[in-house]
């Protein structure tokens, strides 16, 4: 996994679908906007990647490129500016508190990010994650005993606030903060015996989990990443393996979310090299068909949906709390997302039809994302007045949970009806997006 070691300038192209020559290209034409000429080469970029620093003039014409603010050009310097710079803390057991730290920092800072963390850096502690002995017992600090009742309580208290709904989650994000906040502090400064320390980092990735897809549904990306990322050190301190595995389904998922394929697919296949939980390697390889679809690999993309169909049949014990939710809906509608990716149109809208069906009311927002999917395929089908309702009712249930990504999600799609304006039920699907 030597991509580790990739220069910045190389993870912010690959976000950008950039090759070297396209980026050189893109620098020419950034500096005809300035009305000035820029002599910019394959050669030129493959040297920046190497270690060299653009002068001033070429790094506001690449910044240019990027839509980075040229404050941050000055600011931050030379390579820390570039989209998909950011990276998370290694799971050395040393530094999981600072990454817990690191994460609610960022979060505080509230400056949004549409890029997530650079792929190539997940992917590196993904392998961390596969190859890593377990983490050594956690170890106290100095300071005063916590009370085991306390303890105690917490355990009771998080999982209420984690398994709520998404509505009503929106409106304990200061309560998920605190508690963040409390744990991490225990970790940090309290007196436990290896039980306790155990059970307080278990409670910090459930947190980080938990918060991490608030940020996500919001369209902060980067700060998503990094509680992820420190909540995947928290469960490797916790020994909880399925609960790292489902961290980086998170990942994954953010990376296909982002229209990143690659990186999702590698860090799948190292999350299935130690998961054993069946429902959550079901989750998994459903996960990996989504990247393998986007990437065009039919075959392997029917291997894994057939692979997630197998372990959710053949699971036995109760799944882990963080893929509780999960059903044989959810493999209906993301096998028709796969057969939409593919082409297979017909097929497709049959799937997600009746995975949307079978999904509870409390999952609104996943509600919202699987009627988007059968909207597409219903415009793909030329029904474009079911598809339009359709489109509205996901908007009205994104609107109703604040998840802005899943309004982002719709308005993406709104531009393949502005054709067919005379429909009924486009109009009012245009307005509705306009004015969210």
């Known amino acids: 996994m030597d991509a580790i070691l990739q220069h910045p300038l190389a993870v912010a192209r690959s976000l950008h679908g950039l090759s070297q020559r396209g980026l050189a290209e893109a620098i020419k034409r950034a500096a005809r906007r300035h009305d000035r000429m820029a002599g910019t080469t394959k050669q030129q970029v493959s040297v920046w990647e190497q270690g060299r620093v653009p002068d001033p003039w070429y790094q506001r014409l690449i910044a240019d490129v990027f839509d980075v603010d040229p404050g941050h050009v000055t600011e931050l310097g030379w390579p820390y500016w570039l989209p998909g710079n950011e990276a998370p803390l290694s799971l050395d057991?040393?530094?999981?508190?600072?990454?817990?730290?690191?994460?609610?920092?960022?979060?505080?800072?509230?400056?949004?990010?549409?890029?997530?963390?650079?792929?190539?850096?997940?992917?590196?502690?993904?392998?961390?994650?596969?190859?890593?002995?377990?983490?050594?017992?956690?170890?106290?600090?100095?300071?005063?005993?916590?009370?085991?009742?306390?303890?105690?309580?917490?355990?009771?208290?998080?999982?209420?606030?984690?398994?709520?709904?998404?509505?009503?989650?929106?409106?304990?994000?200061?309560?998920?903060?605190?508690?963040?906040?409390?744990?991490?502090?225990?970790?940090?400064?309290?007196?436990?015996?290896?039980?306790?320390?155990?059970?307080?980092?278990?409670?910090?990735?459930?947190?980080?989990?938990?918060?991490?897809?608030?940020?996500?549904?919001?369209?902060?990306?980067?700060?998503?990443?990094h509680y992820w990322a420190a909540a995947l050190n928290a469960s490797r301190r916790a020994g909880d393996t399925d609960r790292g595995a489902g961290i980086l389904a998170d990942?994954?998922?953010?990376?296909?979310?982002?229209?990143?394929?690659?990186?999702?697919?590698?860090?799948?296949?190292?999350?299935?090299?130690?998961?054993?939980?069946?429902?959550?390697?079901?989750?998994?390889?459903?996960?990996?068909?989504r990247a393998l679809a986007m990437n065009g690999d039919?075959?392997?993309?029917?291997?894994?949906?057939?692979?997630?169909?197998?372990?959710?049949?053949?699971?036995?014990?109760?799944?882990?709390?963080?893929?509780?939710?999960?059903?044989?809906?959810?493999?209906?509608?993301?096998?028709?997302?796969?057969?939409?990716?593919?082409?297979?149109t017909g097929p497709a809208l049959a799937q997600i039809t009746a995975g949307v069906a079978g999904l509870p009311d409390a999952r609104a927002k996943t509600r919202s994302v699987f009627l988007t999917y059968e909207a597409e395929a219903l415009l793909r089908r030329g029904e474009v007045d079911h598809s339009a309702a359709t489109a509205h009712e996901a908007l009205v249930l994104?609107?109703?949970?604040?998840?802005?990504?899943?309004?982002?999600?719709?308005?993406?799609?709104?531009?393949?009806?502005?054709?067919?304006?005379k429909v009924q039920g486009v109009e009012k699907l245009l307005s509705a997006v306009r004015a969210a």
């Not at 938990?210 to 980067?222: L, M, N, S, V």
């Not at 998922?253 to 296949?269: E, N």
């Not at 699971?315 to 509780?324: D, G, I, L, R, V």
Request: aromatic share 8%.
């Open 93 to 225: 057991a040393g530094e999981t508190v600072a990454a817990l730290r690191e994460a609610h920092r960022r979060a505080m800072l509230n400056r949004r990010s549409l890029f997530g963390l650079a792929p190539v850096a997940l992917v590196g502690l993904a392998q961390q994650w596969a190859t890593l002995p377990p983490a050594p017992p956690p170890k106290s600090a100095a300071g005063s005993s916590v009370a085991p009742d306390f303890v105690e309580w917490l355990e009771k208290s998080v999982p209420y606030l984690t398994s709520m709904a998404t509505a009503d989650r929106e409106r304990a994000v200061p309560l998920l903060n605190s508690f963040y906040e409390t744990v991490t502090g225990l970790i940090e400064n309290a007196r436990y015996d290896t039980a306790t320390g155990t059970r307080l980092f278990a409670l910090a990735s459930s947190l980080g989990q938990t918060i991490g897809w608030y940020r996500f549904d919001h369209e902060d990306h980067a700060t998503a990443g």
């Open 398 to 421: 994104a609107q109703n949970i604040g998840a802005s990504r899943c309004v982002r999600q719709i308005g993406d799609l709104v531009p393949r009806f502005t054709a067919h304006q």
């Open 251 to 289: 990942l994954s998922y953010q990376h296909i979310w982002l229209g990143q394929a690659v990186p999702a697919i590698d860090i799948l296949d190292l999350a299935l090299h130690r998961t054993k939980d069946s429902t959550a390697r079901s989750l998994l390889h459903l996960r990996k068909a």
């Open 298 to 344: 039919v075959r392997d993309c029917r291997r894994s949906l057939d692979a997630a169909e197998h372990c959710l049949n053949t699971a036995t014990a109760p799944p882990p709390s963080w893929c509780s939710w999960y059903s044989a809906s959810d493999i209906a509608v993301d096998s028709g997302r796969c057969l939409i990716e593919l082409g297979e």
